[in-house]
Nanobody, 123 residues
Framework: QAQLVESGGGLVQAGGSLRLSCATNGRTFSSLPVGWFRQAPGKEREFLAVISWSGVSIFYGDSVKGRFTISRDNTKNTVYLQMNSLKPEDTAIYYC????????????????WGQGTQVTVSS
């Protein structure tokens, strides 16, 4: 069973950058697609990005295209989300998730979730 732990969140000024990490206990991790989502207070969980097990296939949500980059290092059992040009509206709890079925863009597609890491962007 995959266990996921996010890190790298924090407080940053608008226009700044953060890199989130999603570490797994991964004997099977390297064979699983992994996605990033976020959830702001009072809003639904939003798809941000997903990367296939090989890293060849990558998809982004419209709200982060051109600003966020997903990558993975299977030797370290870690997936990253590089976030640039951050805006106050990016403030949310950020989650990684693994082992999706279906579209890979819906939260319900994913079997395993981390506990989340808070990102706060000040104006």
């Amino acid at each position: 069973q995959a266990q996921l732990v996010e890190s790298g969140g924090g407080l940053v000024q608008a226009g700044g950058s953060l890199r989130l990490s999603c570490a797994t206990n991964g004997r099977t991790f390297s064979s699983l697609p992994v996605g990033w989502f976020r959830q702001a207070p009072g809003k639904e969980r939003e798809f941000l990005a997903v990367i296939s097990w090989s890293g060849v296939s990558i998809f982004y949500g419209d709200s982060v295209k051109g600003r966020f980059t997903i990558s993975r290092d299977n030797t370290k059992n870690t997936v990253y989300l590089q976030m640039n040009s951050l805006k106050p509206e990016d403030t949310a709890i950020y989650y990684c998730a693994a082992d999706p079925e279906g579209s890979w863009a819906a939260p319900s597609d994913y079997k395993y979730w981390g506990q989340g890491t808070q990102v706060t962007v000040s104006s």
